[in-house]
């Protein structure tokens, strides 16, 4: 009985160890290469919650940190001391509470040629980060390692992450790349292994661009994650079946999808093929599944996959209130329920643009399967999707006389639009004016930048 005590002390020893905080003043630590042009595995024991960590240089091969940590209270800081590129970022050997922020710089940190990696770590919040150039842009998972069995299923739980305000580009493979894609296990060596979950993941405000395979893959992550407010655009480049979606939210995944904007891509603007109450609202979505076939392929598309090695709930889609424009004859949305793993659906309040609809079109464009679905309130509506808020990523006057200026503007967008009306006000007369500013190609495909003389 009093070994048994003693355990049980012990145990909670540990416990309460992991969760005092530090409540120290914030120290802000310097750190340079360990090794020439690399950062790898610096000691970082000296480094408490609510301390800073800035890494001095600009150019680097990698970066790894392992086992580097803050606290429940307050995470660990590590920024650039001035803006950097590397050629790998990545975090092993449980790194929690950690925000890696690119500082004041817009994308003060570049990725240039690899990802962000992440493997056995939780808590980690990424923000104001570029990564173009290699196969992968973001990669969180851990992978089976027969030598460790934390990383066999049940073991280690990867949670509380966020990616926000990321730049993903010119990516060969995934802009995203979060989570395993095989929940249910692979077999090595005779044995099936199932992979750790993650939970709790976040991707917000991220623009992904240009990627080869899909834009953002979140898959076998368990509760409590949101997609939102996202703009991807140009996905699935090769088109390569089965890598082509623009935002997929995988199996064994449960999660809300909504804010994106998702244009211009060869596969499925959204998939959805996780568990329980997903809902996928406020999206808007362009020229989606245009894969070089008459049929194409849906802008949201919903599958109920089942996970052997869980007892989730049977998937119940809400897909409510996203503009849809150009959807290709394949469907604007469609729920399979497949898999007979699915509730009743509800598809209500979306808006289709189509150029020349066909009578009954929602037949062809809207299919919803799982017995006993709300469909309603679905309509053609071709005019909210030519609103589309216009992103001014630059806008600069020069006077040339009293009432005349040259005018440089550059603009991101994906609508079809002959000009943008523009209120300033007239120095002379203190009084609004209208500027009429033209579009010559008649629509804004990405970003653009146009220089025009402006008459007063």
């Not at 808007?284 to 090695?309: F, K, R």
Request: with cysteine; charged share 15%; net charge neutral.
């Amino acid at each position: 009985m009093k070994n048994l005590l003693l355990v049980l002390l012990l145990l909670l020893s540990g416990r309460m160890s992991y969760a005092q905080c530090n409540n120290a003043a914030p120290v802000t630590h310097y750190i340079s290469q360990t090794s020439p042009g690399e950062i790898y595995r610096p000691n970082g024991s000296a480094w408490k919650g609510g301390d800073t960590v800035k890494i001095t240089g600009n150019n680097y091969s990698v970066i790894e940190f392992y086992g580097v940590r803050g606290d429940n209270c307050r995470d660990l800081v590590i920024m650039p001391q001035t803006v950097l590129t590397t050629t790998t970022f990545r975090f092993k050997g449980d790194c929690h509470n950690i925000k890696l922020w690119g500082g004041n710089s817009k994308n003060g940190i570049k990725i240039n040629g690899g990802p962000l990696a992440i493997a056995k770590s939780h808590h980690i919040w990424a923000d104001n980060i570029e990564c173009t150039g290699g196969s992968i842009g973001v990669y969180c998972k851990q992978d089976y390692d027969q030598s460790d069995p934390v990383t066999w299923q049940p073991g280690y739980v990867m949670t509380k992450f966020r990616f926000t305000n990321l730049w993903i580009h010119d990516i060969n493979g995934e802009g995203f790349y979060v989570g395993h894609t095989s929940p249910d296990g692979i077999v090595y060596n005779g044995v099936n292994r199932v992979p750790i979950r993650l939970d709790s993941v976040e991707i917000s405000n991220c623009l992904v661009e240009r990627t080869q395979w899909d834009g953002i893959q979140l898959s076998n992550a368990r509760n409590g994650c949101k997609i939102f407010d996202n703009t991807v655009n140009d996905f699935g480049l090769l088109n390569l079946s089965s890598q082509q979606a623009g935002i997929i939210l995988g199996g064994n995944t449960n999660a809300d999808v909504y804010n994106n904007k998702v244009s211009r891509g060869t596969g499925n603007g959204i998939e959805l093929f996780g568990y329980g109450v997903i809902k996928c609202y406020n999206n808007t979505l362009v020229d989606c599944g245009v894969d070089n076939t008459s049929y194409g392929q849906q802008s949201i598309y919903a599958s109920d996959y089942v996970t052997q090695t869980e007892n989730n709930p049977k998937q119940t889609v809400l897909i409510t209130n996203n503009l849809i424009k150009n959807p290709k004859p394949s469907g604007a949305i469609m729920v399979t329920g497949y898999a007979n793993n699915s509730n009743p659906s509800t598809v209500q309040a979306n808006k289709v643009c189509l150029s020349a609809p066909p009578a009954g079109w929602q037949t062809t464009y809207i299919k919803v399967y799982p017995v006993g679905s709300l469909v309603s309130g679905n309509v053609l509506d071709c005019a909210s999707l030519l609103v589309l808020p216009v992103k001014f990523i630059l806008f600069t006057a020069q006077k040339v006389s009293d009432k005349t200026y040259t005018v440089t503007f550059q603009v991101e967008e994906d609508a079809t639009i002959d000009h943008y009306e523009v209120i300033m006000l007239d120095p002379f007369t203190k009084k609004e004016k209208i500027l009429k500013l033209i579009i010559p190609e008649g629509k804004v495909l990405g970003k653009k930048t146009y220089t025009q003389t402006i008459q007063l």
